[in-house]
């Protein structure tokens, strides 16, 4: 059976192009009633609407593909759409986006004021969602979801950010727009953090807890959200350590009208057992004039690169895709944003000089996101194809195809893989060496050299150095170009169908339109006072090593398969545990407690069907100890720590665990969000004993609590 391609070519008929609109019309009334709770998956199933697959049924006016579809009885052919407009002739003609940094302001400002527990000071509640009063706090009431050791890591900042329908940004006077060939995107087709444009950026350091305040400025009305999306939220700092209620629990949301507070302390896991006097200088944090100050924990568990979205039960995909995503860079003693400081501790990775720390004019953050358009220019989504939604149109930063202005010599991208389904596969289009750093949140024990990075999973970070003084201007060629390219072919939302060679995507014949070229590089700009203070870093060299777990018992060993065994047709995908049956989420249900100050091996597997699973763990970083059996399976750019993990078809991951610090209810999942939306998530559990967290049942005028469930022997020993 063939995998059909999930676009319409760009050279299909004007009439078949004409009848995929009409069914893409016809679709989104279905996605429309979907989304708004109007109408159910069940239903849908019943009325014959949609298949076991979840693709939309091979009926005249519903599919693009009805002719192609009944070819192969209706199985595994993706819902298909006709290409985006607008962007023909339009690539790379617009400069690249930077991120915003998100303002960082004194604790005090905030008003009303932090509290430990939930503030339920009552309000009214918009009679489109049930009137009468509710708490403006949307974090669960009472003792059990306070801020963990809230004295002890009291905020020292204070960030706050609306999340609401999209506008113009009053600061520079930029339109929500893709490209300046599009229309600027409606009020509700995006969501996104502070309704504006750039994608937002916070920037921390060790040791100075941010309390991050998030309102919910969306339409009260669950019917205003442009076809696709749901108004209630859920912040997921991917992947703080830190408490369960401050980590974006999928089923602890918030409404229109109400704020959460999220409770960042910033600390270096093992901070209760190692270097507990902080006398390390490796583990620290920069202070204001080009010092470290010190904290406890292990240095070999400091992170940098991090991102926040929504983990809203059941509708993650279509929010994060609708624009609930930004990043979060965290500056450490090793990692400290200042290129010149050369004390021994500093790594002098390529970042700027002008403050002591936290400097961005050479570390850039990229977010790659494919994205797709209707007719109007408008941000489409279709949820039926349970595989995955893949878009035809790659953006960077939010923006379709840009440029951006180089100096010749040494840069940082902090690159997040920020799509629904689509991986990616990395290369210049010169082929010239890019140096790898950092994968996932951490930087690597050492650097590895790569022409081509690893294929990157749903929601992976690749932190790579490129230096652009390899590429001199001459009389005949004063501003040269690089471009970075996409080598990873999909055919659906199961995964990569090829790696092509570099050659293969800058031919232009891939019938994927993100293969090629995405984002071009113009080494134009002068060098910034003759030099590149940063340091050249080869493979021999050593970044972070490895925290040591020779020494750690191990107390238990668990075993999760991801895969569509024993799931219904509106959630048909699972994980089991230890050989159980398969589950499809539910977040009520405690599936592992594993014991606080324990050490723990996972074996993720691969159920086959040929999906491709990025299954990432909240809470704790993990050390990936084999693939499919073997640590000779497991590459370089692999041996650090990690919190997403790829399953390749039919493969199998070995990590090792740590749990520590902090307690309550955490997820797991895979990161393709569709499938996590239907629904391949599972709940853990750290605890002070054995008994499990109260799980929380938000509704605007109060949090209710739903029973918990306690799979059998979930709890270690």
Not at 82 to 92: A, V
Not at 583 to 588: G, N
Request: proline fraction near 8%.
């Amino acid at each position: 059976m063939s995998r059909g391609h999930f676009f319409l070519p760009w050279n299909a008929s004007k009439a078949r192009l004409r009848e995929a609109e009409s069914a893409r019309k016809n679709r989104l009334e279905i996605v429309k009633a979907l989304s708004q709770g109007t109408v159910s998956r069940r239903e849908l199933f019943k009325w014959g609407l949609i298949t076991g697959a979840g693709l939309i049924a091979p009926i005249h006016g519903l599919s693009p593909f009805v002719t192609r579809a009944y070819a192969d009885d209706g199985g595994g052919i993706p819902t298909g759409a006709p290409p985006s407009p607008g962007t023909e002739g339009e690539d790379f003609s617009q400069p690249m986006l930077r991120f915003e940094v998100l303002q960082r302001n004194p604790y005090a400002i905030l008003n009303p004021v932090p509290t430990l527990e939930a503030n339920t000071a009552l309000m009214p509640v918009d009679p489109l969602l049930g009137g009468s009063y509710g708490p403006i706090e949307g974090r669960p009431p009472g003792p059990d979801w306070a801020h963990q050791r809230w004295n002890e890591f009291l905020p020292k900042v204070a960030i706050e950010v609306t999340q609401e329908c999209a506008k113009t940004n009053p600061n520079g006077n930029i339109p929500f727009k893709f490209h300046p060939s599009l229309p600027a995107q409606g009020p509700n087709a995006v969501w996104t953090f502070n309704g504006t444009l750039p994608p937002k950026l916070v920037l921390g350091r060790y040791g100075e807890p941010i309390l991050f305040r998030h309102h919910n400025k969306l339409p009260a009305d669950a019917r205003q959200n442009g076809g696709f999306g749901r108004h209630t939220i859920s912040t997921h700092e991917h992947n703080g350590h830190h408490g369960a209620e401050n980590d974006g629990f999928t089923g602890a949301f918030f409404f229109p009208g109400q704020f959460y507070d999220y409770h960042w302390p910033i600390i270096l896991a093992g901070h209760d057992s190692i270097n507990p006097d902080a006398t390390d200088p490796k583990a620290g944090s920069p202070d204001d004039s080009g010092g470290i100050n010190r904290v406890p924990g292990d240095w070999h568990e400091t992170m940098s690169t991090h991102w926040f979205h929504d983990h809203m039960f059941s509708f993650t995909s279509q929010n994060v895709y609708k624009g609930n995503a930004a990043m979060y860079n965290i500056y450490s003693a090793l990692d400290r944003g200042n290129e010149s400081i050369n004390d021994g501790v500093n790594l002098q990775l390529p970042s700027g000089t002008t403050k002591s720390w936290g400097n961005l004019d050479y570390d850039i953050n990229l977010v790659l996101a494919d994205k797709a358009w209707d007719r109007d220019g408008q941000l489409y989504f279709d949820i039926f194809n349970f595989d995955g939604f893949l878009g035809d149109a790659m953006t960077v930063n939010f923006a379709y195809k840009p440029y951006f202005e180089v100096e010749p010599r040494r840069y940082r991208f902090r690159i997040l893989n920020g799509s629904v389904a689509r991986f990616v596969k990395l290369a210049l289009s010169d082929g010239s060496p890019m140096l790898q750093i950092g994968n996932d949140g951490n930087l690597l024990p050492h650097p590895v050299t790569l022409t081509q990075l690893d294929v990157q999973g749903i929601a992976e970070r690749y932190d790579i150095v490129i230096d652009f003084s390899r590429y001199k201007s001459s009389p005949t060629n004063p501003a040269p170009k690089v471009w970075m390219v996409n080598l990873c072919e999909h055919e659906d939302g199961k995964g990569p169908k090829d790696e092509l060679s570099l050659a293969q995507a800058l031919s232009g014949k891939s019938s994927d339109p993100c293969v090629g070229k995405f984002l071009e590089f113009r080494v134009v700009l002068p060098l910034t006072n003759n030099t590149d203070g940063s340091k050249a870093y080869t493979d021999k060299d050593t970044l972070i090593p490895n925290p040591d777990l020779s020494k750690i018992p191990v107390v238990r060993e668990r075993t999760f398969e991801f895969g569509r065994d024993g799931g219904s047709d509106s959630a048909p995908w699972t994980v089991k545990t230890d050989g159980g049956q398969g589950l499809a989420a539910d977040f009520s249900r405690v599936t592992a407690a594993p014991k606080p100050g324990t050490l723990e091996i996972w074996h993720l597997k691969n159920g086959g069907g040929g999906w491709d699973h990025p299954v990432h763990i909240h809470f704790e970083e993990g050390q990936i100890l084999a693939r499919n059996g073997s640590l000779g399976n497991v590459p370089a750019w692999e041996r650090g720590r990690k919190d997403v993990y790829r399953l390749h078809p039919d493969g199998s991951v070995t990590i090792a665990m740590q749990f520590r610090e902090f307690y309550g209810m955490f997820m797991e999942h895979c990161h393709n969000t569709t499938h996590e939306d239907h629904a391949m998530l599972l709940r853990y559990e750290m605890d002070k004993g054995l008994v499990p967290m109260p799980t929380p049942s938000p509704t605007p005028q109060g949090v209710q609590y739903l029973s918990t469930t306690v799979e059998r022997g979930a709890f270690t020993p």
